[in-house]
């Protein structure tokens, strides 16, 4: 088994010359060497001969170039008025879906806490309720626990003011 040679069987395509290399000149490929050999010497000579040049302009806004634009404007009259009106809406409806979403968030939150007083207040009556009746150890014990709900989420939920965070 020797070494697989490239560029010598179909299928298995030329080694490009690196940019270091000099490139075969038309008289430098030989009639000797096989077809597929001449062939592919052919196609870098003639692929490094040509070179393409350009230039690249940035343009960053959500609407089109102004060029473009006016070419589009020339085609159907009306076109970027109407783009704008898209761009409008889609804006109105953007802010819209957010300000519903905060607006859900904030009556999650008042739910919750009217359901956390409501519980708080109910565990205090039913401790009343218990001492009524005789029961004052569990009545007792009810209370302290309501209270101590009540206390945990004042200093759970307290604000930061702006004085109170700390800056590197």
């Known amino acids: 088994m020797g070494k697989k040679r490239r560029g010598k069987k179909p299928g298995i395509p030329p080694k490009l010359p690196s940019p270091n290399q000099e490139i075969a000149k038309s008289e430098d490929i030989s009639d000797k060497s096989d077809a597929w050999t001449r062939l592919s010497q052919q196609a870098v000579l003639h692929s490094h001969q040509h070179s393409i040049s350009g230039q690249v302009h940035g343009f960053d806004s959500p609407f089109p170039h102004p060029e473009v634009v006016e070419r589009y404007e020339k085609i159907h009259p009306g076109t970027f008025g109407t783009l704008l009106e898209l761009t409008k809406n889609e804006q109105k409806n953007r802010h819209d879906r957010i300000r519903e979403g905060l607006n859900s968030e904030i009556s999650r939150d008042s739910r919750a806490q009217w359901m956390g007083y409501s519980l708080v207040l109910l565990f205090i009556l039913l401790g009343f309720f ?39």
């Open 130 to 168: 218990g001492i009524y009746m005789g029961q004052a150890l569990y009545a007792i014990a009810l209370i302290i626990f309501a209270a101590a709900q009540l206390v945990a989420s004042l200093y759970k939920h307290k604000p930061v003011l702006p004085s109170e965070i700390k800056k590197d």
